[in-house]
Structures are given as C-alpha cells and as structure tokens.
C-alpha cells in the first residue's frame, strides 16, 4: 500500500521559509519520480516541482524557480521542498504525489500560509 504523508507546513511571514516534508513509508521509493503540487480554493492543482529517481531530472514550476529547491533522501523514502524567499502567493495546500502503474497517489496535504 502506497501512503505518502506531508509535514512541514504552517505561517511564515512574507520572505521566510520553510521546509516541507513527504515521507513515503512501505514501497520501493527509489524506482519513482515524486512530485510536489498545490492547490488554492477555486484554482486548479498547480505543479511546483519534480524530481525523477535518483540521478533524473528535476525540474520547476517558473514561479518558483530560484526560490524552491526538491530533494529526496531515498534511504529514509522522503522527499523534501525547501522554500525560501516564499511570497503571499506561495499560500496553499502542498500535497506530494507520486505515479506507479498508472495509478497516482497522493498525500493528504500540509497547509502553507504566507502572511504578515
């Protein structure tokens, strides 16, 4: 069973950072690609970042690009998002997902305000 699990979140003052994690316990994390989205009310799920298995690709969403950083630890099957530099339009949910067999799956979201 695939179960990916996202922390990290919370409010953050405009130019503040944070980190977010998605830890992804119980498959073989090192044969996918993880990517992190988010989501406003009202919008639709917007993609930030993904990383491809180990020594792939990474690649970002051009609004954050210079500002978010993705990594993954494959010994401890997590994937990371650095942000710096966040913006009031940073805010959302940032939920990780990850593909296999066609199927995707996704955690249930970490919360991320940026605010004054």
């Known amino acids: 069973q695939v179960r990916l699990v996202e922390s990290g979140g919370g409010l953050v003052q405009p130019g503040g950072s944070l980190r977010l994690s998605c830890a992804a316990p119980?498959?073989?994390?090192?044969?996918?690609?993880m990517g992190w989205y988010r989501q406003v009310p009202g919008k639709e799920r917007e993609l930030v970042a993904t990383?491809?298995?180990?020594?792939?690709?990474?690649a970002y969403a051009d609004s954050v690009k210079g500002r978010f950083t993705v990594s993954r630890d494959d010994a401890k099957n997590t994937v990371y998002l650095q942000m710096i530099s966040l913006k009031p339009e940073d805010t959302a949910v940032y939920s990780c997902?990850?593909?296999?067999?066609?199927?995707?799956?996704w955690g249930q979201g970490t919360q991320v305000t940026v605010s004054s």
């Open positions: 997902n990850t593909r296999i067999l066609g199927h995707n799956y």
């Open positions: 990383i491809q298995r180990p020594g792939g690709s990474i």
């Open positions: 119980g498959f073989a994390f090192n044969n996918y690609a």
